[in-house]
């Protein structure tokens, strides 16, 4: 373990040893994620001569992340794929939920790592692959989460483009169905696009009360007691009763640029298959609480620690190579280098 002023720091630990044997020693539920990227079905060996594929690779990856989901009261996330061999899809991640779903893991729906994918990867006849899965599972509802961490402005104000369809089959939001004056589609009554926006938020000030409050008519006719404008702690703002996102919910589609000089750290490339810093970011900041622990059992160069230690969480890193974890601990001590002082 680091030290710092001569003690023990537990902002981050990386251990030399196999990742199963290290998290049977961890209590149950020790950690708030895991996060990390497995040793992909026989596509290198590591220098440690791992060749597991098809079934034998879902085994072995089936026991590891049973006993990720053990030790940690979070989410578990680990990103992986299978490989394209003689012009069929080895399919293993998919088995692997298949064989955790059996086995009664609670897994989530998997997000999408997408990226440009190699030139070729599709073979000859077929598409290049540019996304891998991201396997997640947790205990059920998570203990902490915050979705919107790494979204998005919302591209629409509340009540806007977006609806929902009625019995009937017809689409409606807060201004009414499809056809009629402030319709779907930002339409005119004519039906030619009017290019407006129509956002909840359009109201009419109706008048002001003794005590300085204000009342409102809504843009859907409601009316509305109080008129808030100022922000909430969390910087959201309050407009009629409703409390208005400043960030959207950034979907399971987490989109990454990787390749030569853009995975995050320079030393990332020492490793044979790293995975890009702002991948391991999305889901620190995402699903671990500030000074929370964050677990990586296949260390390699750091990428997830390096996250961790940025946003203000703990990491502990395992790996069954001596040269990843002088690796990871190089790239650790330039981010925080009082840690390794």
Request: net charge positive; proline share 7%; aromatic share 8%.
């Amino acid at each position: 373990m680091p030290t710092l002023n001569g003690q023990q720091d537990a902002r981050s630990t990386v251990i030399l040893g196999d990742c199963l044997a290290e998290m049977r020693k961890m209590p149950d539920k020790s950690v708030d994620l895991v996060c990390c990227s497995p040793p992909y079905e026989a596509a290198r060996t590591y220098g440690i001569d791992f060749a597991l594929r098809g079934q034998d690779w879902v085994d072995w990856a089936k026991e590891r992340y049973v006993e990720c989901l053990r030790v940690c009261k979070g989410l578990v996330c680990w990103v992986c794929e299978g490989q394209t061999r003689q012009f069929r899809y080895s399919a293993a991640p998919i088995l692997l939920m298949a064989d955790l779903h059996r086995a009664g893991v609670k897994l989530r729906k998997p997000p999408i790592f997408a990226r440009v994918g190699i030139p070729g990867s599709g073979g000859p006849d077929w598409l290049r692959n540019d996304y891998e899965f991201c396997i997640c599972a947790s205990h059920g509802k998570l203990p902490w989460s915050d979705n919107t961490a790494m979204g998005h402005p919302p591209k629409w104000a509340p009540g806007g483009e977006m609806s929902n369809r009625l019995s009937d089959g017809a689409r409606v939001n807060q201004w009414g169905k499809n056809g009629s004056p402030r319709g779907m589609g930002n339409k005119n009554k004519d039906g030619e696009v009017d290019g407006k926006p129509r956002p909840s938020h359009v109201f009419r000030v109706n008048e002001r009360k003794q005590n300085g409050e204000r009342t409102a008519t809504m843009a859907n006719g409601r009316k509305c007691d109080k008129l808030h404008t100022n922000a909430e702690p969390d910087g959201t703002m309050c407009e009629q009763g409703y409390t208005v996102r400043t960030l959207a919910n950034p979907g399971n589609i987490i989109k990454c640029i990787v390749g030569g000089g853009v995975m995050g750290h320079e030393l990332a490339h020492e490793n044979e298959a790293p995975y890009p810093h702002s991948l391991a970011t999305f889901f620190v900041r995402s699903f671990c609480p500030p000074g929370g622990v964050v677990l990586d059992p296949f260390s390699g160069s750091g990428t997830t620690g390096h996250a961790a230690l940025q946003y203000s969480r703990r990491y502990i890193g395992i790996d069954i190579r001596e040269s990843q974890v002088e690796l990871t601990k190089r790239r650790l001590a330039t981010v925080q280098p009082e840690l390794f002082a």
